[in-house]
């Protein structure tokens, strides 16, 4: 994985006019990629996507093949059989993904100030704002974003693990 300012600094590079990706997408909206709540999302999923993939990956390798070969056997095409066996049967942990996700790109400093710059209103995250109280030296502000994220991230992982729990005792009792 690369550090988050190398690969901020990369995708601003590549979301520019001058570039491919940006070139396309400022032909599309009419709006520059580069400094938009749009790069910030795009950077912020291909930061966290090792996040995501590593708990699905985990989830399809324990699924294993036979329930897909009867689903099939049965005349599942290969969608029906995602949406009537996978997805059911690894729902929590694409609930899991998304929260690990979401959790890491919530608190991510250095892709998002590359791509998405700090413009109040428009750019400005919560990472970003907690920086701008510290350099302000306004720390009674910092403390009550940095105690926000503290509790936010610690109530989404304590659902991930409630909502793992089950599997978990599943598992241990067979």
């Given at each position: 994985?690369?550090?988050?300012?190398?690969?901020?600094?990369?995708?601003?590079?590549?979301?520019?006019?001058?570039?491919?990706?940006?070139?396309?997408?400022?032909?599309?909206?009419?709006?520059?990629?580069?400094?938009?709540?749009?790069?910030?999302?795009?950077?912020?999923?291909?930061?966290?996507?090792?996040?995501?993939?590593?708990?699905?990956?985990?989830?399809?390798?324990?699924?294993?093949?036979?329930?897909?070969?009867?689903?099939?056997?049965?005349?599942?095409?290969?969608?029906?059989?995602?949406?009537?066996?996978?997805?059911?049967?690894?729902?929590?942990?694409?609930?899991?993904?998304?929260?690990?996700?979401?959790?890491?790109?919530?608190?991510?400093?250095?892709?998002?100030?590359?791509?998405?710059?700090?413009?109040?209103?428009?750019?400005?995250?919560?990472?970003?704002?907690l920086f701008d109280h510290v350099?302000?030296?306004?720390?009674?502000?910092?403390?009550?974003?940095?105690?926000?994220?503290?509790?936010?991230?610690?109530?989404?992982?304590?659902?991930?693990?409630?909502?793992?729990?089950?599997?978990?005792?599943?598992?241990?009792?067979?």
């Amino acid at each position: 994985m690369l550090p988050p300012t190398v690969l901020g600094f990369y995708l601003l590079i590549a979301f520019s006019p001058q570039h491919l990706p940006g070139k396309i997408w400022q032909q599309a909206t009419g709006q520059q990629l580069a400094f938009s709540f749009s790069a910030i999302v795009i950077g912020s999923v291909l930061y966290s996507l090792p996040f995501v993939v590593q708990p699905l990956q985990k989830a399809f390798e324990q699924l294993g093949d036979s329930l897909l070969e009867a689903g099939s056997m049965l005349g599942a095409g290969p969608i029906d059989r995602f949406f009537t066996i996978v997805l059911p049967l690894t729902k929590t942990s694409f609930i899991t993904a998304a929260s690990l996700g979401f959790a890491h790109t919530v608190g991510e400093f250095g892709v998002i100030l590359m791509i998405g710059g700090n413009i109040p209103g428009e750019t400005r995250v919560l990472s970003i704002a907690l920086f701008d109280h510290v350099e302000a030296f306004d720390y009674a502000k910092a403390h009550v974003l940095a105690i926000s994220l503290l509790v936010g991230s610690m109530i989404l992982l304590g659902c991930v693990y409630l909502l793992n729990l089950p599997r978990r005792i599943t598992r241990e009792v067979n």
